[in-house]
């Protein structure tokens, strides 16, 4: 099978999360970068169908030069190929991107088209929840989203979503695409030799070519903080008797 | 006119498409205009008139074969269509998951934009729009160009509150679709479990890296069950593998929004908040007092869990005799 | 919002400790073990892990180090985590991939017998008995020294807390932020703030005493306070990888000896079922403590930065050659660890310099840190360290030019490499030169000058110009590449020359003091042994002692005056000595200091032809009448008003010429003119420094003379002690009263010759003195008998070495051996007086 998977770079906060001077962007100044996470689920998702049926995968993501390095991650847990949709590294909107990678992606379907395509529901950060689904409907193929279980037979894909209580269960063209969501697997970690292999992935570079959609950011900002004092029951298991006042007064006891 | 699409549920408007009908109102007041409601797969006058309770004076059904169940290119073809025929001013939708889908679906079709998550709304030229990053931790101001708006409002942004009721009209909508439409249609359903569910339950005790094991938990799920509840987890214990995903409470996990959340040895990440902000009431046990979770919670206990835990559960068995 | 139950701060404490890691832990502890109460810790993160280094910290010990002093404070750190049963001996082994590195063990071997540590020298397949999983193809051999530990840095760090919260009613806030640092900035006479107290976000708290050990966060500290700690924070990476079965079968958090894989600048460490592998191979990687995120901020914790993963890749090679199993193992952990890198890459203990009363407890690694929380306790209580001489971990060491962030950063970028490097003793650094000049620079450039630097100084340690008179004497190199490094046989011609002729030497770098007023003569007294009281153009060469006794400083002070006294240090005591001055000195105006270091210029001038040489120059007599021996007198030398100083540190006749700094040329080049018919050549520090002094037995700072040692061992009592009073005079008078159990000897060495037949020459680098038997010397106090200074003397024909022996060991011609690369060599006790020339003939002509 020939999967693709598409993945964002995003940074990886802690428990608060500040924005740049100007506004436009998260200050990343301290911080990592990771793939996604729905998407990181994808990759391995991915690398999981290829382990069971045979084939190849390719890693593409849209954004500046230092997106490679999840390119490369991807590549230290088991994907073959990396695309890199290059664009100047500023976030873009929603329908931009979906354009521009729908465009890479037909240009690298023109001699073998792939099996299966993954995107995560929605990116960590931006949370447009569409991306997939415009570039799914250019290239003509079917998308479900929140998917959390995949199993490809012969000439079909099945795939389970969750919903409260249990999941419901679709049945798609083995050549469609799945927005899936973190929970359809636990990503397996990079192994030294993984590491060390996926310096070697040659990056497929193209260039990112669309237009700005309709959405033009004019800031971001943090929320007004909720400014409410927390009442201390207590330092030790002492506290246990105020405690179970409190649950008392709400009830749930 | 204001086009609101009802996300509805064996016969009843879920809570989410009430929010948005309460979004819906404010936003075409603002636009001076009409509310209208779309139901897609149903005709019922039970929803009918419950839309009207919220101040839709039209309410467009379209019922079809390939709408007998769920399907996001059905749904999203319809909504597309409708957008084509009634020409509505804007688009409306809430945040769920399977409003921001058909959303999606019908945005795709269209090749229109589609702005997700709003928390609010402001039509003009271009319009001025809020919506959440990162789950809600951050915000976004964003202006919209596009002929017809199409958005979903977050969930949870606005209560969903009647209002303005009105005696709804029901209209029939035709849509054209085929089997290429009922290619994404569910195809199953299964149910794992009956009873308490972690998006819906009353109490929920988190536990996080501070639980220290996955044998550690067992107090946790003692409380829990203890209080009619269950157990939830942060991201950094389900990557560790010790509890499933469907336990994680976080923004790519479930978002809980229990009477209390019971949130042990957890620092409070932003993308684990997300998942716990809805909670009405929180209780944090930890060491560290200037903990995120500890200063956004309601009470807190500044101790070692293992040692507060099987203490608050003695003294729940000690009350109840 | 936090809660507003949270207790503030008291408004006074007798001391504030800031920063709850390893170090600020044991800073509180120990003191509560001294007795001092009223104390408040306070640390800006949560407890018991506040997200310093000590939380990310790999918290093992590899007790053997060729440092005297981070060797025995690791030993004693060691120790003290044992009592507390905090540590695990799991042992360790430092692998070798080349010659070099084999031959460096051997050098380990030697510090490990110097301290006292157990140690032994495995084949490749002894290593791998030991570590089954290792590639033992790509060793040549390695290092194992059983008593490696493992320590719970963070457990030691809160059991010491609540010591001196039981004990001493110790206050702690955590989640509590210093704003600022508040001192009495009132001028001085002594040059000297002091610290009055702090600002937290919960309040101000007066306080008599603060210390700042904070990590990599302490310069920030400093800065509010108006000073500077020199650190910097610098990134060492570490990933955790696994599990692996044969690491998690152990069931023990560590059940294989630690690995050091030095040539590769890595180590693996096992972690329960994981392994630990840890780099110092990667560029240097700083931070400015400003760039460093809060413990909101950071998605770990403030020193847990985020990974670069192209950093590490060379060491996970090298890791996977020398461990395969690595390979297939995941790896599940990885950051760039914050750690403290100084310029020196000693510490930064003690009391700062210009601020009374604030303590710097910094760059500290949990290797060293309860010995150093002891060795700070006992500086605030006694005035000086008990448990060790820590003269090289002190801050007042530093020079102005040494208290910047450009420096301090090309220092780390060029030393981080070094972590696990092979160093040289005498190994100069590269860059960061020329800090400062002495007003000969270019004529010693054109002399062909091999420049070494002293702190922020440079000196010529010998001079390319001098390189006939290898040949004149018939002087080789030395066999042994080690040997023969940052060295030259140039030095031992230079050395006969001066026996033989007259020398000229650059000690510009002389830190020169002056103090005056009517206090002045009292309380140079009462900083010095002997007696300053003298009367005006004389001098006395003087130990200046700590309280307890032991040597502060060795030096010279003269009476310029009625109230005058100026005084002479060397350049690697000068930031001490100045802080001690100002530290004692009254503050009630009747002293003045003054450092006047860039106004003089010193050129000093030995040899049989001196008098001949400067007599050409001056018309004073310079006979033993007219110029005696520690006496000055004012002459003009080519039009420049300079003082002669009657005094040598070589053994040879002559002077110190005191100079004018814009002038220093001048006379220069007119000694240089003079000197050209008697021989006279440009000298180099070899010889003044090494070979001249070693010939003679006389001591130094820092390396004979240290706080651990009393004059009365080491040979400098006088047979009187004056009546005025000093500092640490009553400890004197006992050692004198008890008498000394050791002695400070030199030692020749009877034949230097290796196993391999080649020549060897000891560095002067504690290489341990043993009996016969090859046992450690212990005295009573538990010091070890070792070489304080190794060198060759020319004119005596042999290597020489310095150090303590028992009295029953130091009679002249008693037999005993010296270990150097891990071999032993004979060696005969010469006295404990000069090699050459005894009875002073040289200096008394």
Same mark, same amino acid.
């Given at each position: 099978?020939?999967?693709?998977?598409?993945?964002?770079?995003?940074?990886?906060?802690?428990?608060?999360?500040? /924005?740049?001077?100007?506004?436009?962007?998260?200050?990343?100044?301290?911080?990592?970068?990771?793939?996604?996470?729905?998407?990181?689920?994808?990759?391995?998702?991915?690398?999981?169908?290829?382990?069971?049926?045979?084939?190849?995968?390719?890693?593409?993501?849209?954004?500046?030069?230092?997106?490679?390095?999840?390119?490369?991650?991807?590549?230290?847990?088991?994907?073959?190929?990396?695309?890199?949709?290059?664009?100047?590294?500023?976030?873009?909107?929603?329908?931009?991107?979906?354009?521009?990678?729908?465009?890479?992606?037909?240009?690298?379907?023109?001699?073998?088209?792939?099996?299966?395509?993954?995107?995560?529901?929605?990116?960590?950060?931006?949370?447009?929840?569409?991306?997939?689904?415009?570039?799914?409907?250019?290239?003509?193929?079917?998308?479900?989203?929140?998917?959390?279980?995949?199993?490809?037979?012969?000439?079909?894909?099945?795939?389970?979503?969750?919903?409260?209580?249990?999941?419901?269960?679709?049945?798609?063209?083995?050549?469609?695409?799945?927005?899936?969501?973190?929970?359809?697997?636990?990503?397996?970690?990079?192994?030294?030799?993984?590491?060390?292999?996926?310096?070697?992935?040659?990056?497929?570079?193209?260039?990112?070519?669309?237009?700005?959609?309709?959405?033009?950011?004019?800031?971001?900002?943090? =929320?007004?903080?909720?400014?409410?004092?927390?009442?201390?029951?207590?330092?030790?298991?002492?506290?246990?008797?105020?405690?179970?006042?409190?649950?008392?007064?709400?009830?749930?006891? | 006119?204001?086009?609101?699409?009802?996300?509805?549920?064996?016969?009843?408007?879920?809570?989410? @498409?009430?929010?948005?009908?309460?979004?819906?109102?404010?936003?075409?007041?603002?636009?001076?205009?009409?509310?209208?409601?779309?139901?897609?797969?149903?005709?019922?006058?039970?929803?009918?008139?419950?839309?009207?309770?919220?101040?839709?004076?039209?309410?467009?059904?379209?019922?079809?074969?390939?709408?007998?169940?769920?399907?996001?290119?059905?749904?999203?073809?319809?909504?597309?269509?409708?957008?084509?025929?009634?020409? =509505?001013?804007?688009?409306?939708?809430?945040?769920?998951?399977?409003?921001?889908?058909?959303?999606?679906?019908?945005?795709?079709?269209?090749?229109?934009?589609?702005?997700?998550?709003?928390?609010?709304?402001?039509?003009?030229?271009?319009?001025?729009?809020?919506? /959440?990053?990162?789950?809600?931790?951050?915000?976004?101001?964003?202006?919209?160009?596009?002929?017809?708006?199409?958005?979903?409002?977050?969930?949870?942004? /606005?209560?969903?509150?009647?209002?303005?009721?009105?005696?709804?009209?029901?209209?029939?909508?035709?849509?054209?679709?085929?089997?290429?439409?009922?290619?994404?249609?569910?195809?199953?359903?299964?149910?794992?479990?009956?009873?308490?569910?972690?998006?819906?339950?009353?109490?929920?005790?988190?536990?996080?890296?501070?639980?220290?094991? $996955?044998?550690?938990?067992?107090?946790?799920?003692?409380? @829990?069950?203890?209080?009619?509840?269950?157990?939830?987890?942060?991201?950094?214990?389900?990557?560790?593998?010790?509890?499933?995903?469907?336990?994680?409470?976080?923004?790519?996990?479930?978002?809980?929004?229990?009477? &209390?959340?019971?949130?042990?040895?957890?620092?409070?990440?932003?993308?684990?908040?997300?998942?716990?902000?809805?909670?009405?009431?929180?209780?944090?046990?930890?060491?560290?007092?200037?903990?995120?979770?500890?200063?956004?919670?309601?009470?807190?206990?500044?101790?070692?869990?293992?040692?507060?835990?099987?203490?608050?559960?003695?003294?729940?068995?000690?009350?109840?005799? | 919002?936090?809660?507003?139950?949270?207790?503030?701060?008291?408004?006074?404490?007798?001391?504030?400790?800031?920063?709850?890691? &390893?170090?600020?832990?044991?800073?509180?502890?120990?003191?509560?073990?001294?007795?001092?109460?009223?104390?408040?810790?306070?640390?800006?993160?949560?407890?018991?892990?506040?997200?310093?280094?000590?939380?990310?910290?790999?918290?093992?010990?590899?007790?053997?180090?060729?440092?005297?002093?981070?060797?025995?404070?690791?030993?004693?750190?060691?120790?003290?985590?044992?009592?507390?049963?905090?540590?695990?001996?799991?042992?360790?082994?430092?692998?070798?991939?080349?010659?070099?590195?084999?031959?460096?063990?051997?050098?380990?071997?030697?510090?490990?017998?110097?301290?006292?540590?157990?140690?032994?020298?495995?084949?490749?397949?002894?290593?791998?008995?030991?570590?089954?999983?290792?590639?033992?193809?790509?060793?040549?051999?390695?290092?194992?020294?059983?008593?490696?530990?493992?320590?719970?840095?963070?457990?030691?760090?809160?059991?010491?807390?609540?010591?001196?919260?039981?004990?001493?009613?110790?206050?702690?806030?955590?989640?509590?932020?210093?704003? %600022?640092?508040?001192?009495?900035?009132?001028?001085?006479?002594?040059?000297?703030?002091?610290?009055?107290?702090?600002?937290?976000?919960?309040?101000?708290?007066?306080?008599?005493?603060?210390?700042?050990?904070?990590?990599?966060?302490?310069?920030?500290?400093?800065?509010?306070?108006?000073?500077?700690?020199?650190?910097?924070?610098?990134?060492?990476?570490?990933?955790?990888?696994?599990?692996?079965?044969?690491?998690?079968?152990?069931?023990?958090?560590?059940?294989?000896?630690?690995?050091?894989?030095?040539?590769? +600048?890595?180590?693996?460490?096992?972690?329960?079922?994981?392994?630990?592998?840890?780099?110092?191979?990667?560029?240097?990687?700083?931070?400015?403590?400003?760039?460093?995120?809060?413990?909101?901020?950071?998605?770990?914790?403030?020193?847990?930065?985020?990974?670069?993963?192209?950093?590490?890749?060379?060491?996970?090679?090298?890791?996977?050659?020398?461990?395969?199993?690595?390979?297939?193992?995941?790896?599940?952990?990885?950051?760039?660890?914050?750690?403290?890198?100084?310029?020196?890459?000693?510490?930064?203990?003690?009391?700062?310099?210009?601020?009374?009363?604030?303590?710097?407890?910094?760059?500290?690694?949990?290797?060293?840190?309860?010995?150093?929380?002891? /060795?700070?306790?006992?500086?605030?209580?006694?005035?000086?360290?008990?448990?060790?001489?820590?003269?090289?971990?002190?801050?007042?060491?530093?020079?102005?030019?040494?208290?910047?962030?450009?420096?301090?950063?090309?220092?780390?970028?060029?030393?981080?490499?070094?972590?696990?490097?092979?160093?040289?003793?005498? $190994?100069?650094?590269?860059?960061?030169?020329?800090?400062?000049?002495?007003?000969?620079?270019?004529?010693?450039?054109?002399?062909?000058?091999?420049?070494?630097?002293?702190?922020?100084?440079?000196?010529?340690?010998?001079?390319?110009?001098?390189?006939?008179?290898?040949?004149?004497?018939?002087?080789?190199?030395?066999?042994?590449?080690?040997?023969?490094?940052?060295?030259?046989?140039?030095?031992?011609?230079?050395?006969?020359?001066?026996?033989?002729?007259?020398?000229?030497?650059?000690?510009?770098?002389?830190?020169?003091?002056?103090?005056?007023?009517?206090?002045?003569?009292?309380?140079?007294?009462?900083?010095?042994?002997? *007696?300053?009281?003298? =009367?005006?153009?004389?001098?006395?060469?003087?130990?200046?002692?700590?309280?307890?006794?032991? +040597?502060?400083?060795?030096?010279?002070?003269?009476?310029?005056?009625?109230?005058?006294?100026?005084?002479?240090?060397?350049?690697?005591?000068?930031?001490?000595?100045?802080?001690?001055?100002? *530290?004692?000195?009254?503050?009630?105006?009747?002293?003045?200091?003054?450092?006047?270091? *860039?106004?003089?210029?010193?050129?000093?001038?030995?040899?049989?032809?001196?008098?001949?040489?400067?007599?050409?120059?001056?018309?004073?007599?310079?006979?033993?009448?007219?110029?005696?021996?520690?006496?000055?007198?004012?002459?003009?030398?080519?039009?420049?008003?300079?003082?002669?100083?009657?005094?040598?540190?070589?053994?040879?006749?002559?002077?110190?010429?005191?100079?004018?700094?814009?002038?220093?040329? %001048?006379?220069?080049?007119?000694?240089?003119?003079?000197?050209?018919?008697?021989?006279?050549? &440009?000298?180099?520090?070899?010889?003044?420094?090494?070979?001249?002094?070693?010939?003679?037995?006389?001591?130094?700072?820092?390396?004979?003379?240290?706080?651990?040692?009393?004059?009365?061992?080491?040979?400098?009592?006088?047979?009187?002690?004056?009546?005025?009073?000093?500092?640490?005079?009553?400890?004197?008078?006992? @050692?004198?009263?008890?008498?000394?159990?050791?002695?400070?000897?030199?030692?020749?060495?009877?034949?230097?010759?290796?196993?391999?037949?080649? *020549?060897?020459?000891?560095?002067?680098?504690?290489?341990?003195?043993?009996?016969?038997?090859?046992?450690?010397?212990?005295?009573?106090?538990?010091?070890?008998?070792?070489?304080?200074?190794?060198?060759?003397?020319?004119?005596?024909?042999?290597?020489?070495?310095?150090?303590?022996?028992?009295?029953?060991?130091?009679? =002249?011609?008693?037999?005993?051996?010296?270990?150097?690369?891990?071999?032993?060599?004979?060696?005969?006790?010469?006295?404990?007086?000069?090699?050459?020339?005894?009875?002073?003939?040289?200096?008394?002509?």
């Amino acid at each position: 099978m020939k999967i693709l998977v598409c993945v964002k770079r995003v940074p990886a906060p802690g428990a608060k999360i500040n /924005v740049t001077g100007d506004g436009m962007d998260v200050d990343s100044a301290h911080l990592g970068f990771t793939t996604s996470p729905h998407e990181e689920c994808g990759v391995e998702g991915a690398i999981q169908l290829k382990e069971e049926h045979g084939g190849e995968v390719t890693v593409l993501t849209l954004g500046g030069g230092e997106a490679e390095e999840q390119l490369r991650y991807a590549a230290s847990v088991g994907a073959d190929h990396g695309v890199l949709v290059k664009t100047d590294g500023a976030p873009w909107d929603p329908q931009r991107t979906a354009a521009a990678i729908a465009e890479a992606i037909g240009d690298l379907e023109t001699d073998d088209p792939f099996d299966l395509i993954l995107f995560g529901n929605e990116s960590a950060d931006a949370g447009g929840f569409q991306v997939g689904i415009r570039v799914a409907h250019a290239l003509g193929r079917p998308i479900v989203q929140g998917i959390k279980g995949i199993d490809v037979g012969d000439g079909s894909v099945t795939a389970r979503r969750e919903i409260d209580g249990g999941f419901e269960v679709y049945e798609l063209p083995r050549t469609c695409v799945l927005g899936v969501k973190e929970g359809l697997n636990l990503p397996r970690y990079p192994t030294m030799k993984g590491r060390l292999a996926s310096k070697k992935l040659e990056i497929q570079t193209v260039d990112g070519n669309a237009d700005a959609g309709g959405m033009a950011r004019v800031r971001l900002r943090r =929320p007004a903080e909720q400014v409410s004092e927390t009442i201390i029951l207590g330092e030790g298991p002492k506290a246990a008797s105020a405690v179970v006042d409190v649950l008392e007064e709400l009830g749930v006891l | 006119m204001l086009l609101v699409i009802l996300e509805h549920d064996r016969g009843e408007l879920v809570e989410a @498409a009430r929010e948005a009908l309460t979004f819906g109102r404010a936003l075409a007041e603002k636009m001076d205009t009409d509310l209208e409601a779309a139901l897609i797969g149903s005709d019922h006058d039970d929803l009918v008139e419950a839309a009207g309770a919220f101040g839709a004076q039209t309410v467009h059904t379209c019922t079809h074969d390939v709408l007998s169940d769920y399907g996001p290119d059905a749904f999203g073809a319809v909504v597309a269509q409708m957008i084509d025929s009634l020409s =509505p001013d804007a688009v409306l939708a809430c945040g769920s998951d399977r409003g921001n889908e058909v959303m999606a679906q019908a945005a795709a079709r269209l090749d229109v934009p589609f702005v997700s998550n709003c928390t609010d709304a402001t039509p003009g030229d271009p319009w001025s729009i809020t919506r /959440v990053q990162w789950g809600g931790s951050l915000l976004e101001d964003t202006t919209l160009e596009a002929d017809v708006p199409m958005l979903t409002c977050g969930l949870h942004t /606005v209560p969903a509150e009647a209002g303005n009721a009105q005696d709804a009209d029901a209209e029939e909508f035709d849509a054209e679709l085929d089997a290429s439409h009922a290619v994404t249609i569910v195809k199953d359903r299964v149910v794992q479990e009956a009873g308490v569910t972690l998006p819906t339950a009353p109490v929920v005790v988190g536990g996080g890296r501070g639980v220290g094991s $996955e044998n550690g938990f067992a107090p946790l799920e003692e409380l @829990a069950t203890l209080l009619g509840g269950r157990v939830g987890c942060s991201r950094a214990v389900t990557n560790l593998g010790w509890r499933p995903h469907s336990d994680q409470v976080g923004q790519t996990g479930t978002r809980i929004a229990p009477e &209390i959340y019971i949130a042990t040895g957890i620092s409070g990440a932003i993308q684990h908040w997300v998942g716990a902000m809805a909670s009405k009431h929180i209780l944090a046990i930890n060491t560290d007092r200037e903990a995120n979770m500890v200063v956004k919670a309601d009470w807190a206990v500044i101790a070692d869990l293992h040692e507060v835990i099987p203490a608050i559960t003695e003294e729940i068995k000690r009350r109840r005799g | 919002m936090s809660d507003s139950s949270t207790n503030s701060v008291p408004t006074t404490a007798k001391v504030v400790v800031l920063g709850a890691g &390893i170090v600020g832990n044991c800073v509180v502890g120990h003191l509560a073990r001294l007795g001092w109460k009223d104390m408040v810790l306070i640390d800006k993160g949560p407890l018991p892990n506040p997200g310093g280094s000590t939380g990310h910290a790999s918290n093992f010990i590899f007790p053997v180090d060729h440092n005297k002093e981070m060797a025995l404070l690791g030993e004693q750190s060691a120790n003290q985590y044992r009592d507390m049963d905090l540590s695990v001996d799991a042992g360790g082994i430092e692998v070798a991939r080349t010659q070099e590195r084999m031959d460096e063990l051997q050098r380990r071997m030697t510090s490990a017998k110097a301290w006292g540590i157990e140690a032994h020298l495995l084949t490749p397949a002894e290593v791998k008995e030991l570590v089954p999983f290792i590639n033992e193809k790509v060793i040549l051999g390695g290092f194992y020294c059983p008593t490696v530990s493992v320590v719970d840095s963070l457990e030691t760090g809160t059991t010491m807390r609540k010591e001196a919260i039981e004990t001493a009613g110790l206050q702690v806030f955590a989640n509590t932020e210093v704003l %600022d640092v508040l001192t009495d900035d009132t001028p001085r006479p002594n040059g000297r703030r002091k610290v009055t107290g702090v600002v937290t976000d919960k309040g101000t708290i007066e306080a008599e005493h603060v210390v700042i050990a904070c990590g990599v966060w302490s310069n920030r500290i400093a800065y509010m306070a108006d000073t500077y700690i020199p650190l910097v924070p610098a990134v060492h990476q570490m990933a955790d990888v696994g599990p692996m079965d044969i690491l998690a079968e152990t069931n023990n958090e560590i059940g294989y000896p630690i690995v050091r894989d030095m040539d590769t +600048f890595c180590y693996e460490r096992q972690s329960s079922g994981s392994m630990e592998v840890g780099s110092y191979g990667h560029r240097a990687i700083l931070h400015h403590p400003d760039e460093i995120p809060s413990n909101q901020e950071a998605a770990l914790s403030p020193t847990e930065m985020p990974f670069t993963p192209d950093d590490f890749d060379d060491q996970m090679e090298t890791a996977i050659e020398l461990m395969d199993m690595l390979g297939e193992a995941e790896i599940k952990y990885a950051i760039n660890g914050l750690l403290s890198l100084t310029p020196d890459g000693m510490p930064c203990l003690g009391e700062m310099p210009d601020v009374e009363n604030l303590w710097s407890a910094a760059a500290v690694w949990v290797k060293e840190g309860p010995g150093m929380g002891q /060795v700070v306790a006992e500086w605030m209580t006694y005035g000086n360290p008990r448990v060790i001489d820590s003269h090289g971990a002190d801050i007042a060491r530093f020079y102005d030019e040494e208290k910047s962030d450009a420096h301090i950063w090309a220092r780390a970028e060029e030393s981080f490499i070094k972590t696990y490097g092979i160093v040289h003793p005498a $190994e100069q650094w590269a860059g960061e030169r020329q800090l400062v000049q002495s007003p000969y620079r270019s004529r010693q450039e054109d002399l062909g000058a091999e420049f070494f630097q002293a702190r922020v100084w440079e000196r010529p340690q010998w001079y390319g110009s001098n390189a006939d008179l290898v040949e004149r004497y018939d002087l080789s190199e030395r066999e042994v590449e080690w040997d023969n490094r940052w060295w030259s046989p140039i030095t031992v011609g230079e050395h006969l020359n001066l026996r033989e002729n007259c020398g000229m030497i650059d000690l510009s770098a002389f830190q020169i003091y002056e103090l005056e007023g009517p206090g002045a003569v009292a309380f140079a007294d009462y900083l010095a042994v002997n *007696k300053v009281d003298v =009367p005006v153009g004389r001098s006395v060469y003087t130990p200046w002692l700590t309280h307890d006794g032991g +040597f502060h400083s060795d030096l010279t002070m003269m009476r310029l005056g009625e109230e005058t006294v100026r005084i002479v240090t060397g350049v690697f005591d000068g930031g001490r000595d100045d802080f001690w001055i100002r *530290k004692h000195m009254p503050n009630d105006g009747s002293v003045t200091f003054r450092n006047i270091t *860039k106004e003089i210029s010193t050129l000093g001038l030995w040899g049989p032809n001196a008098p001949a040489v400067l007599g050409q120059l001056t018309d004073h007599d310079l006979s033993q009448d007219g110029s005696p021996c520690g006496s000055y007198l004012d002459a003009t030398i080519a039009g420049v008003e300079c003082k002669l100083f009657r005094i040598s540190y070589v053994g040879d006749t002559g002077w110190e010429i005191y100079v004018p700094w814009d002038r220093a040329t %001048d006379v220069w080049d007119a000694v240089l003119e003079a000197g050209k018919d008697h021989g006279l050549r &440009i000298t180099g520090g070899g010889v003044y420094s090494l070979s001249g002094r070693i010939e003679k037995g006389y001591r130094l700072v820092g390396a004979e003379l240290e706080s651990e040692y009393n004059p009365v061992e080491a040979g400098l009592a006088r047979p009187k002690v004056k009546a005025a009073d000093f500092i640490g005079k009553e400890a004197y008078l006992a @050692a004198r009263e008890a008498g000394a159990e050791v002695q400070c000897v030199t030692l020749s060495v009877e034949d230097n010759t290796d196993s391999q037949g080649r *020549k060897r020459y000891m560095q002067g680098g504690n290489e341990p003195i043993l009996d016969m038997n090859g046992d450690r010397i212990i005295d009573s106090h538990g010091r070890a008998s070792r070489v304080t200074t190794a060198g060759y003397a020319p004119s005596v024909g042999k290597m020489l070495l310095m150090g303590y022996v028992p009295n029953e060991l130091a009679e =002249p011609g008693t037999d005993l051996q010296v270990m150097y690369m891990n071999e032993l060599y004979p060696c005969k006790v010469v006295g404990s007086g000069s090699a050459f020339d005894p009875e002073d003939t040289r200096l008394k002509g």
